[in-house]
């Protein structure tokens, strides 16, 4: 059985995407051991709890500096004996101290097509706000192994999602979401933890 820890830093529609096809057996041997928030209070927690996955928050706002703040968090990581880490909706760059110690064990979901619309600065509404400024026809999204970098590491899957006429930011997230990152995360992860050659 894959221990699988997710991080998140808001609403949780990629947890709860994985959580369902967890349930409905569409991502077999892999069960969610802790949900971990770097803020608190935020909708991700709830579907934890209220599907009995423990929940942990370790809020920046809650420590003097950022090596007080990543050590609480790879202890929060640690602590759970992962043997995958899936970044979902997670904000913060990890440090390279907890990228080498799960080198090659830790996945995130990018809602564009790397290695377009990505890296400092692409996240959330920013990322459809700049697909549909520039033009683009298609979008869609990413699953890739987390390097040292930002959303810089080897792709593992993707998925195109057409950008519509009259399409707002708001439009397109939503699309990209149903279409492609919650149908890519829960693949991602039943592809690890079936031992799918990748
Ligand atoms: C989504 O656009 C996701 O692709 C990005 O963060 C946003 C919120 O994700 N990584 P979630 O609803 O918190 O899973």
Request: with cysteine.
């Given at each position: 059985m894959l221990r699988v820890a997710v991080c998140v830093s808001g609403g949780g529609t990629n947890l709860q995407a994985l959580i369902d096809a967890i349930d409905k057996g569409e991502v077999r041997n892999a069960e969610i051991v802790r949900v971990i928030s770097?803020?608190?209070?935020?909708k991700a927690l709830d579907r934890a709890l209220s599907h009995g996955i423990q929940a942990v928050t370790v809020d920046r706002?809650?420590?003097?500096g950022d090596a007080e703040f990543f050590n609480a968090l790879q202890t929060a990581i640690d602590d759970a004996e992962p043997d995958l880490v899936v970044l979902a909706g997670f904000l913060t760059v990890l440090p390279s101290g907890i990228v080498q110690k799960y080198k090659n064990r830790i996945i995130n979901i990018h809602p564009?097509?790397?290695?377009?619309?990505?890296?400092?600065?692409?996240?959330g509404l920013k990322v459809h706000e700049a697909v549909l400024k520039r033009g683009v026809k298609v979008t869609g999204a990413t699953v890739h192994f987390v390097d040292e970098?930002?959303?810089?590491?080897?792709?593992?899957l993707q998925k195109a999602v057409e950008v519509k006429d009259g399409d707002t930011p708001q439009i397109l997230q939503k699309r990209v979401m149903e279409e492609a990152e919650w149908v890519l995360l829960p693949m991602a992860v039943d592809m690890i933890a079936n031992g799918v050659n990748i």
């Open positions: 770097n803020k608190a209070g935020v706002k809650a420590f003097p564009s097509l790397i290695p377009s619309f990505c890296g400092k600065g692409y996240y970098g930002c959303d810089s590491g080897p792709i593992l």
